[in-house]
């Protein structure tokens, strides 16, 4: 699993590389598909996290991700409607979506403290990966004001999100022990 986690982050720490030509980023169609599929990803691990868990802790933090993480995927579906942006798929989103249809088939294998261990440090990985993405090509690709105004807007909230990951994941290491 670790090994896939490494991978995973490899990918999404990539996307500058992946979502357009050499010195140019995603277009901002390709930014709403990246934005809706990095979110939706994150709302099936989510749900997954819900059903399976058996920690307090890592069901709260299940259920604030697919709360949160749905509310950005709203925001952006109204904002594209808006605009009259059809999102296009890209290199980058179809390569996160097959790395959450991955994740999710490796946790659907797992049970008990594996399955939150394996889930957390997913979600750690996971959020520093787009936060990398957010920062270093997705706020910077956005041509259009009202698109990067929402990347600008949702990033103190993956952050937050990361911050809680790493102290979930601090926690159950301790458990572990």
Known sequence: MNTWLTAFGATLALVAVNAGAANAGPTDPQIADIVVVANKVDIDAGKLAQSRTQSKEVKEFA??????????NKAATDLVTKLHVTPEPSDTSKS???GGDENLAALKKL???AFDKA???HEVTY???VLDAVDKTLIPSAQNAE???LLVQVRPAFVAHLEHAKHLQTSLGKAGE
């Open 63 to 72: 259920q604030r991700m697919v709360a949160e993480h749905t509310g950005v």
């Open 96 to 98: 996160l979506q097959k």
């Open 111 to 113: 049970s008990g403290a």
């Open 119 to 121: 889930y957390i440090d």
């Open 127 to 129: 959020h520093q990966a």
């Open 147 to 149: 698109l990067k105004a």
